[in-house]
């Protein structure tokens, strides 16, 4: 490769109407087809060339044959929310082709399989011809792998039409297929061939082009499914549970890719972890939580369904006051309900799962770096506390490629909490100071605790659900529940330094508030730029853990109206707060909306707007 | 005047292996399961430290209370011992593992984590003390309640009952037993050799509930066995309410006994010269039990050398719990090394 790159004959657009760096475009395909490696192709190589990137898969719960929309957004000022209508489709579903024409911007541009028949299309756009089967056809590749690098002519046409250098096409594809030559020559002959069919018989009439900007430095392309994996092993994970279920399997299985490579003794090749599939989430999380119980440092992923029955044992977890983290990457509920599609839906159930007095202490992380930094941070705040620690995240966030700034190596020790082993515990017989598992020795409501294995005589107490003192005996008595009671709300209501505090941020003149939390954040910033433009400045906290620090309390007094966006119906973090200050009840606006689709800056300003007009 | 204590070979009294006194009803089955599990421990020298117990929710899983006082424990959710112990013992593979479960626990609400459990060949003796009954609910069916039971204010059971000890040979069970609460020398040896067994160990114990389950019909009281003849011994009068013991009786032969509401059982010995080591014969020896309505006990079924669930992990020789953060973080490095790959 590397001969110099044809240009694409054109009608040049008029001055100043060139598109650049700036638009979505969504690629239709059917499920199965092979489309994500193609897609993946194209989202790469638009963030090697330096133009900030996202990419959102719209998928259906199927294997193969239903309707498939990848979405790439680039944009040079960095906006990498979904957007609602696209600027280019690339049709290859004649299935959905119609409804794909309806989402696009008048002046957009619609590549398709010239196989499809497409009827009464819109005058205001352009349309460019693919012939897929007879360049594939002409490619000469083995009939059984015909379907699969079919979508690689969109590739190459698409990268023809809109100027994505060819070469990093092709540093791309042999970083994809991780310099597997076949692999990656089966491919390139395609896109090559397509790009130069494209070169050789289409004109460019359109105005959508990208240019190479300088390198996104420090940045990184990577799924928080994987970050928060990663995280997890650099906070030294230690054992997984874990049931298969969309869209939070993709955590653990990175887990499972990338253990070995990572935690494997680099002399004897043996494992310092373990990973269980479990045969549902009930054992998914009771295994977790024995492993946590018995001091390692355990985890478990999963989704909405999930947590449901995780409920009882997290809530003996808290009580019998057991570390360990759970995962949930959110999907659309009640129900199996849309389970390829993202939601915030599961935060109360997150707040109040299972049965009688319980808390959690909750983590949201906002973007993949964050996924990696809470994966190695929950591990040491659920040690500290010894109570689980819940992070949500969400489908969108979860298994979509972001750009995101590189992964920090953690920036603290590890926390291992208040562990006694056979010397602490001799020293206390020692000192004639008898050790209770339950005690509130320090004062700040954290008991100290032994783990299997310590031979010590005095080490060894019964763990259990049911009521018990200090010293962890059975007891029915009133007043030794209500203590064991108060002082577990204590040990997490008074350690609030530990968790990750708010980020906030301020415009001039802003009277109004904005809280959001988790995957909408790349929504709310650009929305917060077009509410400016408009001369409506807002200030805006995202909530990155629960319980709330004493900045939420802060910021809600702050403005005579706070807007708290969400995707959910109910408004489950205005509920939250609301509850938490209910003096600030009534400033609490709720802009809560869930079809499935991760929220767009546009739905967010209209909804304010229209709310501000009141 | 010091009288001296005898010790075993891990230099322990019997003392040190026991538990807090039971609160369950007198004369419960179950408490003499708890005896012949600290008796057996005691006789293997095997110390309480190296041991951990678990439980779900019951009157069964209250026992390990009443046991083993100096090793850890845990009490967990109803049906949910399985997953618990199965994570728990990761932390420290060197460790023994002994669960104590009853039929509403096991065979109902913990059906799949048993049998998942069991599938996975987890190192644990778990000892299900089977009456049939749910106790401290104050008297349901279970599902190892035989069909036509009939219970006070429970009516008529119309379902077949679960075969624990089919259900583990059915789930690749390695050590699968069965005995009888009353038949104290039996649950002792048949303990001793689960602890010496490396992998999962189901021993279902036939463990009468004296308060729930007492009328003359029941499954776990057999009137139907007053039928079956020629028994070896008649048992002397058992008061009510006294813990029910059988004098020891030989290998193939049946003993006839009476529980506390005077109905009888039939025990069956499985004959000396039975292989444990042969799956078709356990099936068929649990089959041909059940057809002449025996309680037959014994071991059935021994796989040693197994896999164990441990052996499919290639752990390193420390105990995970015992591993430093600097065995547990990967370097700064190996981050940088990542971050460059995600960053192409």
Not at chain 1, 162 to 167: A, P, R
Not at chain 2, 65 to 92: I, K, P, V
Request: charged share 20%.
């Amino acid at each position: 490769m590397s001969q110099a790159q044809p240009a694409t004959k054109e009608i040049p657009p008029k001055a100043g109407k060139k598109i650049i760096n700036d638009f979505c475009m969504t690629f239709s395909t059917i499920n199965g087809s092979g489309s994500a490696t193609a897609n993946t192709i194209l989202l790469r190589s638009l963030f090697r060339m330096g133009i900030p990137v996202n990419g959102k898969n719209i998928f259906p719960s199927n294997i193969q044959g239903l309707p498939t929309w990848y979405s790439i957004r680039l944009s040079k000022k960095g906006y990498l929310a979904r957007v609602e209508k696209d600027d280019i489709v690339v049709a290859m579903n004649p299935a959905t082709i119609s409804t794909e024409i309806e989402f696009m911007v008048p002046g957009a541009v619609l590549f398709y399989a010239d196989d499809i028949k497409i009827t009464g299309v819109r005058e205001d756009i352009i349309t460019y011809p693919m012939p897929v089967r007879k360049l594939i056809k002409e490619a000469d590749v083995q009939p059984n792998l015909r379907d699969y690098v079919a979508n690689m002519v969109y590739v190459g046409i698409v990268a023809q039409m809109i100027g994505i250098d060819m070469d990093v096409i092709y540093k791309t594809l042999d970083y994809h297929f991780k310099g597997k030559k076949k692999a990656v020559d089966s491919n390139w002959m395609i896109i090559e061939a397509a790009a130069k069919w494209a070169q050789e018989n289409l004109v460019k009439s359109d105005p959508y082009y990208v240019e190479k900007m300088p390198e996104l430095k420090d940045y990184i392309m990577v799924d928080g499914n994987t970050a928060a994996a990663l995280g997890a092993i650099y906070g030294g994970l230690q054992f997984v549970a874990w049931y298969p279920i969309t869209p939070a399997s993709s955590l653990a299985e990175s887990a499972i890719e990338y253990l070995p490579q990572l935690r494997n003794d680099p002399e004897t090749g043996k494992a310092t972890y373990a990973v269980v599939q479990a045969e549902d989430e009930l054992a998914a999380v009771g295994m977790a939580i024995g492993a946590g119980w018995a001091g390692l440092r355990s985890m478990t992923s999963t989704s909405g369904p999930g947590i449901s029955l995780m409920g009882e044992y997290l809530g003996l977890a808290y009580y019998a006051e057991v570390p360990v983290v759970v995962w949930n990457v959110q999907r659309v509920g009640p129900s199996t309900g849309l389970p390829t599609r993202t939601a915030q839906g599961d935060l109360t159930q997150a707040a109040f799962l299972s049965h009688g007095d319980t808390q959690y202490v909750i983590l949201l992380p906002g973007c993949a770096s964050e996924c990696f930094e809470f994966g190695w941070k929950a591990f040491d705040i659920a040690e500290r506390l010894q109570t689980p620690v819940m992070i949500l995240s969400d489908l969108d966030l979860g298994m979509n490629t972001h750009m995101v700034k590189t992964f920090k190596y953690p920036t603290k020790p590890m926390d291992r909490g208040k562990v006694l082993w056979e010397e602490d515990i001799q020293k206390l017989v020692d000192e004639g100071k008898p050790w209770g598992r339950y005690q509130d020795v320090d004062g700040d409501g954290i008991p100290y605790r032994t783990i299997p294995g310590n031979r010590n005589t005095h080490a060894p107490y019964f763990a259990r659900g049911t009521g018990h003192d200090e010293m962890t005996r059975y007891s029915e008595d009133p007043s030794v529940w209500e203590r064991g009671m108060e002082r577990l709300k204590k040990k997490i209501n008074s350690h609030k330094e530990l968790y990750p505090r708010p980020e906030i941020q301020h415009m001039d003149g802003a009277k109004l508030g904005i809280i959001a939390y988790g995957s909408t954040g790349p929504a709310i910033d650009e929305a917060r730029d077009l509410l400016a433009a408009q001369k409506i400045p807002t200030d805006y906290l995202r909530v990155r853990s629960i319980p709330f620090n004493d900045e939420v309390c802060d910021f809600l007094h702050a403005y005579d109206r706070t807007y708290v966006v969400e995707m959910n119906r109910d408004g489950q973090m205005r509920q939250l707060l609301a509850m938490d200050y209910s003096d600030c009840g009534s400033r609490l606006v709720s802009v809560a909306h869930t079809d499935g689709m991760p929220l767009s800056a546009e739905w967010i300003v209209n909804s304010i707007l229209k709310l501000e007009e009141k | 005047m010091a009288t001296q204590t005898q010790v075993n070979v891990a230099g322990l009294t019997r003392n040190d292996y026991k538990g807090s006194p039971s609160t369950l009803c007198q004369g419960c089955g179950h408490n003499s399961i708890s005896s012949q599990i600290v008796a057996a421990l005691y006789e293997l020298n095997i110390v309480p430290e190296n041991v951990v117990k678990f439980s779900g929710i019951g009157c069964s899983s209250k026992s390990p209370t009443y046991f083993l006082n100096r090793t850890f424990g845990f009490n967990g959710l109803h049906g949910r011992m399985s997953s618990l112990a199965t994570g728990a013992m990761f932390g420290d593979v060197t460790l023994k593992a002994v669960g104590v479960s009853g039929d509403g626990d096991t065979a109902s609400i913990g059906m799949g984590g048993f049998k998942h459990m069991v599938r996975r060949n987890v190192p644990i003796v778990y000892i299900v003390e089977n009456n049939g009954v749910y106790g401290l609910t104050k008297g349901q069916f279970s599902a190892t309640a035989e069909k036509g039971l009939e219970l006070k204010h429970r009516g008529r059971n119309v379902f077949g009952p679960v075969d624990i000890c089919m259900e583990a040979l059915a789930s690749n069970a390695t050590f699968v037993a069965r005995s009888f609460a009353g038949d104290p020398k039996q649950v002792k040896e048949i303990i001793k050799a689960a602890f010496s067994h490396n992998g999962i160990a189901v021993i279902d114990i036939i463990s009468p509930c004296v308060t729930f389950h007492n009328k003359e019909d029941s499954f776990h009281s057999y009137t139907w066995g007053k039928a079956n003849e020629s028994p070896l011994h008649d048992i002397s009068y058992v008061a009510p309410r006294d813990e029910i013991f059988i004098e020891d009786y030989e290998e193939g032969t049946t003993q006839e006994v009476t529980l506390h509401d005077g109905a009888t059982v039939v025990l069956k010995k499985l004959e000396k010269s039975y292989d444990p080591c042969n799956i078709y014969e356990a099936y068929r020896a649990i089959e041909e039990a059940e057809q002449n309505h025996w309680l037959l006990t014994g071991i059935f079924y021994i796989e040693p050398g197994a896999p164990t669930l441990f052996d499919s992990y290639n752990l390193v020789e420390k105990p995970l719990n015992r591993l430093t953060p600097n065995e547990l973080r990967p370097s700064k490095g190996s981050l940088e090394k990542l971050s460059a790959h995600f960053a192409l």
